[in-house]
């Protein structure tokens, strides 16, 4: 991640897409949280892949953002527990150790996107966008 500007303000009226953020990292959370809020996103971060899967098991959200490698459950371990509890929850890998193989696994397991680390905001932004767009969650 790099430095750049501030999200731009979401639109007056526009519904809350919720979002997920899983990262061991705490400056990726740190820099995200902020960054989605900004753009009129509803976010909740975690460090831990145990305390964020407890938190999915008591709410469905619109959009996982995960790290790959973690303690504990790994990204794809948590990929596979969030669509078996929700399907139509869309999840974006956030990894800086992308395989070809581990990509396929990804994909296979219903993951909507990749981005690499390190990843400007923006990037990601662009990526839930087209999760929005996909399901109609933007008017």
């Given at each position: ?5 501030i ?33 009129g ?9 145990g ?5 999915v098991?008591?709410r469905?959200f619109?959009v ?11 990204g ?14 869309d ?14 696994e990804?994909?296979?397991?219903g ?8 990843f400007?905001l923006?990037?990601?932004?662009d ?6 767009k996909?399901?109609?969650?933007t008017?």
């Amino acid at each position: 991640m790099t430095n750049e500007p501030i999200a731009p303000d979401a639109p007056a009226g526009k519904a809350r897409t919720s979002i997920l953020v899983l990262d061991d990292e705490a400056i990726v959370c740190k820099r995200l949280k902020p960054f989605f809020q900004k753009a009129g996103y509803e976010v909740e971060t975690f460090g831990d892949s145990g305390e964020a899967l407890a938190r999915v098991r008591e709410r469905r959200f619109d959009v996982v953002i995960t790290d790959l490698k973690m303690e504990g459950l790994d990204g794809l371990a948590f990929l596979g527990k969030v669509k078996e509890l929700h399907k139509d929850t869309d999840v974006i890998v956030i990894t800086g150790f992308a395989t070809l193989e581990t990509s396929r696994e990804s994909f296979r397991k219903g993951v909507f996107d990749f981005v690499a680390k390190p990843f400007k905001l923006a990037e990601i932004l662009d990526v839930v966008r087209r999760v929005e767009k996909e399901r109609g969650l933007t008017p």
